[in-house]
Antibody
Framework: QVQLVQSGAEVKKPGSSVKVSCKTSGSPFSSYVLTWVRQAPGQGLEWMGGTVPMFGPTNYAQKFQGRISITADKSTNTVYMELSSLRSEDTAFYFC????????????WGQGTLVTVSS | EIVLTQSPATLSLSPGERATLSCRASESVSSYLAWYQQKPGQAPRLLIYDASNRATGVPARFSGSGSGTDFTLTISSLEPEDFAVYFCQHRSNWPQFTFGPGTKVDLK
């Protein structure tokens, strides 16, 4: 059974960085696209970027280019998302998600990590 | 960049009623359209993939249809647990995902 378990809630100051982890289990780590989606309170879903952990290609949404980094640690089956230069508008739930039966949809989701940016 | 629009923004219905949700793409997405359900405090749950295929464990009252630019999610008879927000989603190129703004199905 595929499971994605994310790290806990974070409170950050404006201008700082946050690194959220997503540990996967239950299937070969490397074979799928692992993507990050965020959701501001009461708002919709926003794709941030994704990677294929084994092969390394990574794609980021243009909105986050320059301040996002998605990396993978194959030894621990964990994918990381780091967002820098945080501002209050980055306060949101951050989800990792993975494709499943169809590569065009996200079947498996982490539980979400709340990142609060506040001075 | 493909834009997804959903209508209505809010759908107020009673248990047992039929819900019809719409998702329109700014250009053809073939059948690469998925639907998700999200309840407060939870991650989204995949309901439908590739326009009309139910995901594992999804009840038969949920069905998806459409192709090209116009898609529909139908809930044949609303159960109390179906009151939630529903998002459509398309994956384009390498892997870039676009989501619609969502439709909230609430209790009339």
């Amino acid at each position: 059974q595929v499971q994605l378990v994310q790290s806990g809630a974070e409170v950050k100051k404006p201008g700082s960085s946050v690194k959220v982890s997503c540990k996967t289990s239950g299937s070969p780590f490397s074979s799928y696209v692992l993507t990050w989606v965020r959701q501001a309170p009461g708002q919709g879903l926003e794709w941030m970027g994704g990677t294929v952990p084994m092969f390394g290609p990574t794609n980021y949404a243009q909105k986050f280019q320059g301040r996002i980094s998605i990396t993978a640690d194959k030894s621990t089956n964990t994918v990381y998302m780091e967002l820098s230069s945080l501002r209050s508008e980055d306060t949101a739930f951050y989800f990792c998600a993975r494709e499943g039966t169809s590569s065009s949809s996200l079947e498996f989701w982490g539980q979400g990590t709340l990142v609060t940016v506040s001075s | 960049e493909i834009v997804l629009t959903q209508s209505p923004a809010t759908l107020s219905l009673s248990p047992g009623e039929r819900a019809t949700l719409s998702c329109r793409a700014s250009e053809s997405v073939s059948s690469y359209l998925a639907w998700y359900q999200q309840k407060p405090g939870q991650a989204p749950r995949l309901l439908i993939y590739d326009a009309s295929n139910r995901a594992t464990g999804v009840p038969a009252r949920f069905s998806g249809s459409g192709s090209g630019t116009d898609f529909t999610l139908t809930i044949s008879s609303l159960e109390p647990e179906d009151f939630a927000v529903y998002f459509c989603q398309h994956r384009s190129n390498w892997p870039q995902f676009t989501f619609g703004p969502g439709t909230k199905v609430d209790l009339k």
